[in-house]
Nanobody, 126 residues
Framework: QVQLVESGGGSVQAGGSLRLSCSASGYIPRSYFMGWFRQAPGKEREGVAVINTGGIITAYADSVKGRFTISQDNAKNTVYLQMNSLKPEDTAMYYC???????????????????WGQGTQVTVSS
């Protein structure tokens, strides 16, 4: 079964940094958008950052702008999320997602993403 695999999560103190990585365990069709989403306990899953093929288009949730950076390494077929100045409210399970097609979509629409990872936990203590 093809899936995305996230890594890099962990526990840090507020103000710390983590870098999440996401790669495919098998073949995934080229995707116009890939993104990172997160879900905190008792809350709905929300978009964090998205990036298009080539990295020309990036977008961030207002809550992470200026602190998180999404990037990709096409040679390694890997997407990264660099998270700096972490806050306790960033605590959540972080999921990587791939669109699975090269058509334009509304990048924050989770229903448009066909492939999802199992998630990696990020815990930020105050």
């Amino acid at each position: 079964q093809v899936q995305l695999v996230e890594s890099g999560g962990g526990s840090v103190q507020a103000g710390g940094s983590l870098r999440l990585s996401c790669s495919a365990s098998g073949y995934i069709p080229r995707s116009y958008f890939m993104g990172w989403f997160r879900q905190a306990p008792g809350k709905e899953r929300e978009g964090v950052a998205v990036i298009n093929t080539g990295g020309i288009i990036t977008a961030y949730a207002d809550s992470v702008k200026g602190r998180f950076t999404i990037s990709q390494d096409n040679a390694k077929n890997t997407v990264y999320l660099q998270m700096n100045s972490l806050k306790p409210e960033d605590t959540a399970m972080y999921y990587c997602a791939a669109q699975g097609t090269m058509t334009w979509i509304q990048p924050w629409s989770q229903a448009q993403y066909k492939y999802w990872g199992q998630g990696t936990q990020v815990t930020v203590s105050s």
